[in-house]
């Protein structure tokens, strides 16, 4: 019986344009996987179009989607690069065009991109319960590590602090590339300046800024707007923490929640590394909860890098 040829063109940027299409792709494909893991019932929705504007402009020339032959959106990749930080998400192949050998040219080619960038870590995160897609990206070269757990809490009823803020500066600029001081001092290469103005510049968010004295000793880069599509602003996200030590972090900590105060919230998400162990426990003990758990993956060759000793650099390889 003849079949017309499956083929696929790509990789190419997407234009703001395809976050609707985008969109159903990402829905289609993690609710076909959440539901390949027994969580039958479970609707992925749609992300909030301006976090998907985010994703695309963050990644720039990393954001790859592939085109099946209709020039409907088969597979997507969002690739970023902080530095010398690399990472991978979302990604998706549409479930129709599933184990058509896509899943592993979007990884290669993702990988390759950020190799050609000088990307010294190049890594990814994928749900701890999900074997079939540790097995996938092992035979790609990636090595499992640490979890990634997402700590909520639930706060309170205070009178807000003012807080230090990156909007609030005088200088935007300098608050950013004080931001970037501070973690290339923590993590030689690392470079978070692209999320930190992007996010001011969308108004996704905000980051709280901590000091001692006149310098600069931690900062919590983060997201208030909702992350699904048509949903309330209900909870502050923190994509990136950045202390020179755990009393900073607790600093970071007591100005975060300042912010979700300020943006009338009631609940923070933290996205903890567990190679962190200290700041891990000490979000235990302040009363956050686990909510989610992520399993990081690395390519072999291309491993997380050392942090300063004592100092904290949490970065989410998620949106």
């Given at each position: 019986?003849?079949?017309?040829?499956?083929?696929?063109?790509?990789?190419?940027?997407?234009?703001?344009?395809?976050?609707?299409?985008?969109?159903?792709?990402?829905?289609e494909s993690?609710?076909d996987r959440?539901?390949?893991d027994?969580?039958?019932?479970?609707?992925?929705p749609?992300?909030?179009?301006?976090?998907?504007?985010?994703?695309?402009?963050?990644?720039?020339?990393?954001?790859?989607?592939?085109?099946?032959?209709?020039?409907?959106?088969?597979?997507?990749?969002m690739?970023h690069?902080?530095?010398?930080?690399?990472?991978?998400g979302?990604?998706?192949?549409?479930?129709?065009?599933?184990?058509?050998?896509l899943?592993?040219?979007?990884?290669?080619t993702?990988?390759?991109?950020?190799?050609?960038q000088g990307a010294?870590?190049?890594?990814?995160e994928?749900?701890p319960r999900?074997?079939?897609?540790?097995g996938?990206?092992?035979r790609?070269?990636?090595?499992?590590?640490?979890?990634?757990?997402?700590l909520?809490?639930e706060?309170?009823?205070r009178?807000?602090?003012?807080?230090?803020?990156?909007?609030?500066?005088?200088?935007?600029?300098?608050?950013i590339e004080?931001?970037?001081?501070?973690?290339?001092?923590?993590?030689?290469?690392?470079?978070?300046t692209?999320e930190?103005?992007?996010?001011?510049d969308l108004q996704l968010?905000?980051?709280?800024?901590v000091f001692?004295?006149?310098?600069?000793?931690?900062?919590?880069?983060?997201?208030?707007?909702?992350?699904?599509?048509?949903?309330?602003?209900?909870?502050l996200?923190l994509?990136?923490?950045?202390?020179?030590?755990?009393?900073?972090?607790?600093?970071?900590?007591?100005?975060?929640q300042d912010?979700?105060?300020?943006e009338?919230?009631?609940?923070?998400a933290?996205?903890?590394q567990?190679?962190?162990?200290?700041a891990?426990?000490?979000?235990?003990?302040?009363?956050?909860?686990?909510?989610?758990t992520?399993?990081?993956?690395t390519?072999r060759?291309?491993?997380?890098?050392?942090?300063?000793?004592?100092?904290v650099v949490?970065?989410n390889?998620?949106?």
């Open positions: 019986m003849w079949r017309p040829e499956r083929r696929v063109t790509g990789p190419e940027r997407p234009p703001l344009a395809d976050i609707e299409p985008l969109n159903r792709v990402f829905s993690f609710t959440y539901g390949r027994g969580l039958v019932g479970v609707r992925v749609h992300l909030n179009p301006l976090v998907w504007r985010y994703a695309i402009e963050d990644a720039g020339d990393g954001a790859m989607i592939w085109r099946d032959e209709e020039g409907g959106i088969a597979a997507f990749n690739v690069r902080s530095g010398a930080e690399g990472w991978m979302p990604l998706a192949v549409r479930p129709d065009r599933q184990s058509e050998g899943g592993s040219l979007m990884v290669t993702g990988v390759e991109w950020l190799r050609s010294r870590t190049i890594g990814l994928t749900m999900t074997v079939d897609n540790i996938f990206y092992s790609l070269g990636f090595a499992p590590g640490h979890l990634t757990v997402t909520v809490r706060l309170g009823l009178r807000v602090g003012a807080g230090d803020r990156l909007s609030r500066a005088t200088s935007v600029a300098a608050g004080a931001c970037r001081a501070l973690t290339d001092r923590l993590a030689p290469g690392v470079d978070f692209r930190l103005q992007l996010t001011h968010g905000d980051t709280s800024l001692r004295g006149s310098q600069l000793a931690g900062f919590a880069l983060w997201h208030a707007a909702p992350l699904a599509a048509g949903r309330p602003k209900d909870e996200r994509l990136k923490v950045v202390a020179e030590d755990l009393d900073a972090f607790e600093l970071v900590l007591e100005a975060a912010a979700a105060h300020g009338r919230v009631r609940r923070v933290v996205r903890c567990t190679a962190f162990a200290d891990y426990l000490h979000l235990v003990r302040r009363g956050f909860r686990v909510h989610w992520d399993l990081r993956m390519v060759e291309h491993p997380e890098g050392a942090v300063a000793p004592g100092g949490l970065s390889w998620e949106i």
